[in-house]
């Protein structure tokens, strides 16, 4: 029988800590819901002792999740590890993740303490941490640049401390492959009791490696893989899900390992990331990058009209992709709508149906044919994060290239109703300006996107406007809005993110 090997999800945690991937509550909960479809095994929700905000949607996520351990993150300290517990505890499976650093840089230039210390540290902490429960990972942060004798002996006393969870974590993404496996042999070939705890690991991507490092850490008898959709992540990210998943399941022949996640989940949680944060993935990403699974040359269209495993070696259906796209149009009933979104594999409540299908026949009515990346791109406006305070009524905008562009903006916000105008040097800058004055909020704009989402002249565009908001220069809120009007859809992400903002 094949061994299992446990998928840890980082998305929440390692991935949202990282620049212009930040997620409101709402979000988080979609994320989490979507990540207990895909079968992931434990979930780590965030890093409760970071901000309140972040120890509520742990607690939320974790009296919403059923069938996957939902984890938080705390430092070896004894406040960290009491407001982990207060966020985690009424989970089905609880499960508290203690890390301390044990590299000689990290210890005498941030730590400032000696390795005994450390092992005290470590004794104590995951000693404290099983006073609540019995799931307790730590992760000895830094791992791969440590001595590694001494990295023996914290995961010695981890594992006599009660850890049933041991991570070595390639936290600067530094180790080759074949440098991280024999790490690991060492690790089982010098520490007692190691074969009794589930060895994981953690590997960042600095150097490109972090699929690879993580594959050979399975190959060398890791139980344990900590990964995040898309590779989100600090820095250059963490190793990709989708990637070592499909490694596993396309190499089973070799690994001889497979996991519990249903890889046909994989395009809609990956989409999913990408919408709610903002940050799109190259074409050429692996497994879910729109080239993946795209012939282009002669030679290749040819052998895989003949047969498709010529070119490929997995298939766009086993990881999700929609196939053999059926048109709907603005005769499209809800009936039809509704199938067809589960068809692609969406099951949502009824409200977001409704919500939907009142955006779906505003569409029908500009657009002729709306295709299955239309209705994607419907259902990834939908989630609303809170009560929405401002709507757009109208706009209005004078331009020309001889002539400053006004832009009138009309919003509504319950009852209340707004008009302003603005100049700027184009419709979209006047647009926003206008909109400041109205809330009356001292925003920055980090970042603007605009893409066209479908072909065709009638495409839809999707904008993505990156901001910060008052004093939180260093909160980013992620705002989208799609429409056939490129000016229409930037407005609608520039209000979009605002509302993120207020509903916060
Ligand atoms: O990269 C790292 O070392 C981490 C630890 C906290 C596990 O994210
Ligand atoms: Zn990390």
């Known amino acids: 029988m094949s061994r299992q090997i446990k998928i840890f999800d980082t998305t929440l945690r390692d991935g949202e800590q990282s620049p212009g991937c930040s997620m409101n509550l709402s979000e988080k909960i979609e994320v989490a819901r979507q990540l207990e479809t895909l079968g992931v095994d434990i979930i780590e929700a965030g890093f409760a002792i970071a901000s309140p905000g972040d120890a509520a949607a742990i607690s939320t996520i974790a009296h919403t999740i059923k069938n996957s351990t939902v984890c938080s993150l705390a430092r070896c300290v004894e406040k960290d590890i009491d407001t982990a517990w207060s966020a985690v505890k009424d989970a089905v499976d609880p499960r508290i993740h203690v890390f301390l650093a044990t590299s000689p840089i990290h210890m005498e230039y941030k730590l400032k303490m000696t390795p005994e210390q450390v092992l005290d540290s470590v004794r104590h902490h995951v000693t404290y941490t099983k006073k609540y429960l019995d799931n307790v990972e730590f992760s000895a942060e830094d791992a791969t640049r440590s001595d590694w004798d001494f990295l023996c002996r914290v995961v010695d006393v981890a594992i006599k401390s009660g850890a049933t969870t041991i991570n070595i974590p390639d936290t600067t993404g530094y180790l ?188 029908a009515d500009k657009k002729k044919v709306i295709k299955d990346r239309d209705l994607e791109a419907l259902i990834g406006v939908v989630p609303v994060s809170g009560p929405v305070r401002y709507n757009l009524k109208q706009y209005v905008i004078n331009s020309g290239n001889t002539i400053s562009t006004t832009a009138v903006i009309k919003m509504t916000k319950g009852e209340e109703e707004f008009e302003r105008a603005a100049l700027s040097d184009g419709p979209i800058n006047a647009s926003f300006a206008a909109i400041n004055k109205i809330t009356g909020l001292s925003i920055e704009l980090q970042d603007y996107q605009l893409r066209a989402l479908t072909d065709g002249q009638d495409a839809q565009s999707e904008a993505i406007v990156k901001m910060t908001i008052g004093d939180n220069s260093h909160d980013i809120i992620t705002g989208r809005g799609i429409s056939v009007d490129i000016v229409e859809a930037s407005i609608k992400a520039y209000i979009n993110g605002i509302n993120k903002y207020l509903n916060d």
């Open 176 to 363: 080759t492959p074949g440098e991280y496996a024999e790490l690991i042999h060492y690790i089982r070939d010098h520490v007692e009791g190691v074969d009794n705890i589930i060895l994981s690991c953690h590997n960042h991507n600095d150097l490109g490696m972090g699929v690879a490092n993580s594959l050979a850490g399975i190959e060398a008898g890791i139980g344990q893989v900590e990964c995040t959709i898309n590779g989100i992540g600090e820095r250059a990210g963490n190793a990709s899900l989708e990637e070592i998943v499909m490694a596993l399941k396309t190499r089973k022949d070799y690994f001889d390992a497979e996991t519990r996640v249903d890889s046909t989940q994989i395009y809609r949680s990956s989409r999913m990331i990408q919408t709610i944060t903002g940050v799109p993935v190259a074409p050429t990403k692996p497994i879910i990058g729109a080239n993946a699974f795209a012939h282009e040359s002669g030679i290749h269209q040819h052998g895989v009209l003949n047969n498709k495993s010529t070119y490929e070696i997995m298939t766009p259906e086993s990881v999700g992709i929609p196939q053999n796209a059926i048109v709907l149009g603005k005769h499209s009933g809800r009936h039809a709508f509704e199938a067809r979104l589960n068809d692609l594999g969406y099951t949502l409540s009824k409200e977001k149906i409704d919500k939907a299908f009142e955006k779906f026949k505003v569409l």
